[in-house]
């Protein structure tokens, strides 16, 4: 079932245990220097056996712990306990006399245990508000595979270095149905084929959102339910092929729980990283390409500029779908080779990557469909286009963003099949992305939907959506999207 989470020792990582968001080593040393604080405080028989019991397990755990990376989250906790430890100790131990040492009066004790305890309570609350992000085991019948691969289009030279001898180069990553792999198999990481690119995106996606590196350091440490480079699903059966773009500034992961989740129900994910665009890029030769994407704060600027970089992803989608589509045809290597349907394939993006998706299906009709989320239209062309499109809205407000809703209703109005707007409560921005996996659940930030109801209902109408236009499946989806928000119906444009 969607939003069932591990909390097991795996590939030498330690994962955060189900609702309490921290290894169990760590969990061990919050209780240890819990116990050492209050143990002052306890009757008076209790009080040599559990801070001496809890002076061990904090040393030996606090070891332990330090032995490896430790999550910043840890470090007040082990700073509470190593201050009262001494203080802990001393106390119970008795003189050569037999008599015990004299005790710290009450009200000089109690501030000081407060300050401690405080300094324990960081790290639960701490790792609650930034979790090592915990994916939602996919709910499909097929294992989850995942590949990464880098495509240089010669025939486009890359706008956004000086010279114009680079030819433009994305990141390309895969998730598709693969075969049932052993319960042991080393699951792909979060942000990166190695832990070294892991790093630099984590740092990179906190410099580009203005906070200290550290508050993320959960995501180079998460594992996903995909197995690097596994065999494809057995038979002979193809696949739907779903190209996929992130916001601005995101990288090509920030979907992953709906790009896994949609793999296991049987369809290919191609998801970019646009050089110069993502916050960061590392390629094949190990360069790291940083984001040269910038606000000016000027509207008229800001919006000039979006119109640009709009253009370049939605080229950038019609290469990727060009160079699957020979995948597919054998004519260059790549993950999944034939299965893959490049007949039937759906164009999706969120954000800027939303508009980039809608641009790409009105420019490139081997489109078949078009998904949405969250994305505002900025195509200075907008013009009838012949595919179906489900766009994934937040409940916005005319006061917010007064343009948003009217531009993307006269864009679905072209459409010349029947396409739907689901406006889901209590979603923000980042609802339909990885981030309330791995963010505090603030509402003004990732919505009011919990950790992991975002991403499923990202999820649900996704594939509700997809089977009914890459598949042909005989289905009420106004039924199914509308068990998930508002749902807003366009009918076909007049004349088709």
Same mark, same amino acid.
């Given at each position: 079932?969607?939003?069932?989470?591990?909390?097991?020792?795996?590939?030498?990582?330690?994962?955060?245990?189900?609702?309490?968001?921290?290894?169990?080593?760590?969990?061990?040393?919050?209780?240890?220097?819990?116990?050492?604080?209050?143990?002052?405080?306890?009757?008076?028989?209790?009080?040599?056996?559990?801070?001496?019991?809890?002076?061990?397990?904090?040393?030996?755990?606090?070891?332990?712990?330090?032995? !490896? %990376?430790?999550?910043?989250?840890?470090? &007040? $906790?082990? @700073?509470?306990? =190593?201050?009262?430890? *001494? /203080? +802990? #100790?001393?106390?119970?131990?008795?003189?050569?006399?037999?008599?015990?040492?004299?005790?710290?009066?009450?009200?000089?004790?109690?501030?000081?245990?407060?300050?401690?305890?405080?300094?324990?309570?960081? !790290? %639960?609350?701490?790792?609650?508000?930034? &979790? $090592?992000? @915990?994916?939602? =085991?996919?709910?499909? *019948? /097929? +294992? #989850?595979?995942?590949?990464?691969?880098?495509?240089?289009?010669?025939?486009?030279?890359?706008?956004?270095?000086?010279?114009?001898?680079?030819?433009?180069?994305?990141?390309?990553?895969?998730?598709?149905?693969?075969?049932?792999?052993?319960?042991?198999?080393?699951?792909?990481?979060?942000?990166?084929?190695?832990?070294?690119? +892991?790093?630099?995106?984590?740092?990179?996606?906190?410099?580009?959102?203005?906070?200290?590196?550290?508050?993320?350091?959960?995501?180079?440490?998460?594992?996903?339910?995909?197995?690097?480079?596994?065999?494809?699903?057995?038979?002979?059966?193809?696949?739907?092929?779903?190209?996929?773009?992130?916001?601005?500034?995101?990288?090509?992961?920030?979907?992953?729980?709906?790009?896994?989740?949609?793999?296991?129900?049987?369809?290919?994910?191609?998801?970019?990283?646009?050089?110069?665009?993502?916050?960061?890029?590392?390629?094949?030769?190990?360069?790291?390409?940083?984001?040269?994407?910038?606000?000016?704060?000027?509207?008229?600027?800001?919006?000039a500029l979006a119109v640009k970089w709009t253009a370049v992803r939605a080229a950038d989608l019609g290469f990727v779908l060009t160079q699957l589509d020979r995948v597919a045809r054998g004519e260059i290597p790549g993950p999944v080779g034939g299965r893959m349907d490049t007949g039937r394939v759906a164009v999706a993006g969120h954000s800027l990557g939303g508009g980039a998706a809608l641009q790409a299906a009105r420019q490139d009709h081997r489109f078949d469909a078009v998904i949405d989320l969250d994305g505002f239209p900025h195509d200075p062309?907008?013009?009838?286009?012949?595919?179906?499109?489900?766009?994934?809205?937040?409940?916005?407000?005319?006061?917010?963003?007064?343009?948003?809703?009217?531009?993307?209703?006269?864009?679905?109005?072209?459409?010349?099949?029947?396409?739907?707007?689901?406006?889901?409560?209590?979603?923000?921005?980042?609802?339909?992305?990885?981030?309330?996996?791995?963010?505090?659940?603030?509402?003004?930030?990732?919505?009011?939907?919990?950790?992991?109801?975002?991403?499923?209902?990202?999820?649900?109408?996704?594939?509700?959506?997809?089977?009914?236009?890459?598949?042909?499946?005989?289905?009420?989806?106004?039924?199914?999207?509308?068990?998930?928000?508002?749902?807003?119906?366009?009918?076909?444009?007049?004349?088709?």
């Open positions: 079932m969607w939003g069932r989470q591990s909390g097991i020792q795996h590939d030498g990582v330690t994962e955060t245990l189900p609702g309490l968001h921290m290894s169990l080593l760590e969990t061990v040393v919050v209780a240890g220097a819990a116990a050492l604080v209050t143990a002052r405080w306890l009757p008076q028989r209790m009080r040599r056996p559990t801070a001496f019991g809890a002076s061990v397990l904090v040393l030996l755990s606090g070891i332990a712990l330090v032995w !490896g %990376p430790v999550r910043w989250q840890m470090v &007040p $906790v082990l @700073a509470g306990a =190593a201050l009262v430890l *001494p /203080f +802990a #100790v001393a106390a119970e131990l008795r003189t050569r006399g037999g008599r015990p040492p004299r005790r710290t009066r009450w009200w000089a004790a109690l501030p000081v245990s407060l300050a401690c305890l405080c300094l324990v309570a960081v !790290g %639960p609350a701490a790792s609650w508000a930034f &979790p $090592v992000p @915990a994916f939602p =085991a996919p709910s499909g *019948p /097929f +294992a #989850v595979g995942t590949s990464v691969v880098q495509w240089t289009d010669a025939d486009r030279p890359e706008d956004a270095t000086p010279d114009g001898e680079d030819r433009r180069t994305v990141v390309v990553q895969l998730w598709y149905p693969a075969r049932k792999n052993p319960a042991d198999a080393r699951r792909a990481g979060y942000l990166g084929r190695t832990d070294r690119e +892991a790093d630099i995106v984590s740092d990179a996606l906190a410099d580009y959102v203005g906070m200290p590196g550290f508050l993320l350091d959960g995501l180079p440490r998460a594992r996903t339910h995909a197995v690097a480079d596994a065999p494809v699903a057995d038979g002979t059966g193809r696949f739907p092929v779903v190209v996929f773009s992130p916001g601005l500034g995101g990288v090509r992961t920030q979907n992953s729980a709906w790009a896994q989740e949609l793999a296991s129900h049987g369809y290919v994910v191609a998801a970019l990283d646009h050089p110069y665009d993502s916050a960061a890029v590392v390629l094949a030769d190990g360069r790291t390409i940083r984001t040269k994407v910038t606000a000016t704060g000027d509207a008229d600027r800001d919006e062309d907008a013009q009838p286009f012949p595919q179906p499109v489900l766009a994934l809205t937040q409940d916005v407000h005319q006061d917010i963003d007064p343009d948003y809703i009217p531009r993307l209703t006269h864009v679905l109005a072209l459409s010349g099949a029947t396409s739907y707007r689901l406006s889901v409560p209590g979603a923000a921005h980042l609802t339909f992305t990885d981030a309330p996996l791995y963010l505090p659940p603030v509402e003004s930030i990732v919505g009011s939907r919990g950790r992991t109801e975002g991403p499923h209902i990202t999820a649900a109408a996704s594939l509700a959506f997809l089977d009914t236009t890459l598949r042909d499946q005989p289905d009420d989806l106004a039924t199914r999207l509308t068990a998930h928000g508002a749902l807003t119906v366009y009918p076909p444009r007049d004349g088709t």
